[in-house]
């Protein structure tokens, strides 16, 4: 089945810890997006990739990095420089960049000890 | 920035009654779009809209897009325990990635 895959589903960490969270999609889709959600404060944009080896910073990617070497693949690394990073971590990807629909992974959540 | 307001963040009703999200924005919009995310959920797509004044139905949800390109409101007609969850609605303008309200988080009351 077509779909959005990230990995693991829970995690914890020890403060000042890396942490990569996978996201990976067989839809073959060019755009992927990395979103954080926090209780009460909707999804907010951290990197977005519209194409293979390029990429955006959204509304908060301090303390936070992403690489795509692959169209399937869009990790994200939560860095120690990242203040509060207890949060559930949403992946997405749509098939162009700026239309249609987004389709969501079901999410990391991180918890930092 | 572009900002996206959506209101009431809470809503608590009765089975049966009515229910309606509204959401704002500060720039014209080229579309807007609509997802649901159902506790310990993610978000899934539920519709697009993308003329002004567009109005479109999912059998008891009813969408619509203001005139003016800036807001947009969800109605659910005679909810179900079914319909809980939280709503969010996304504006896209220009090339910016679309930009999520903080939702409104339904509950419905058996």
């Known amino acids: 089945d077509g779909g959005i895959t990230q990995s693991p589903k829970y995690l914890f960490r020890k403060e000042g810890q890396n942490v990569t969270l996978s996201c990976e999609q067989n839809?073959?889709?060019?755009?992927m997006y990395w979103y954080r959600q926090d209780p009460g404060q909707g999804l907010r944009l951290i990197y977005y990739?519209?194409?293979?080896?390029?990429?955006q910073k959204g509304d908060i990617a301090e303390g936070y990095s992403v690489s795509r070497e692959k169209k399937e693949s869009f990790p994200l690394t939560v860095t120690s420089a990242q203040k509060n990073p207890t949060a559930f971590y949403l992946c997405?990807?749509?098939?162009?960049?700026?239309?249609?629909?987004?389709?969501f992974g079901e999410g990391s959540r991180l918890t930092v000890l | 920035g572009q900002q996206v307001m959506q209101i009431p963040q809470y809503q608590h009703v009765q089975e049966g009654e009515d229910f309606t999200t509204y959401c704002n924005s500060s720039?014209?919009?080229?579309?807007i779009q609509w997802y649901k995310q159902r506790p310990g959920g993610h978000p899934v797509f539920l519709i697009q809209?993308?003329?002004?004044?567009e109005v479109k139905k999912q059998k008891r949800l009813t969408f619509q897009f203001g005139e003016a390109k800036k807001n947009s409101s969800l109605h659910i007609t005679a909810t179900q325990t079914t319909d809980v969850g939280t709503y969010f609605c996304?504006?896209?303008?220009?090339?910016?990635?679309?930009?999520f309200g903080k939702g409104t988080r339904l509950s419905v009351i058996a």
């Open positions: 997405a990807s749509r098939s162009v960049a700026n239309t249609g629909e987004l389709f």
């Open positions: 839809l073959n889709h060019d755009a």
């Open positions: 990739s519209q194409i293979v080896n390029d990429f």
């Open positions: 720039t014209t919009l080229s579309n």
């Open positions: 809209l993308v003329k002004s004044g």
């Open positions: 996304a504006g896209l303008s220009g090339n910016t990635p679309l930009v």
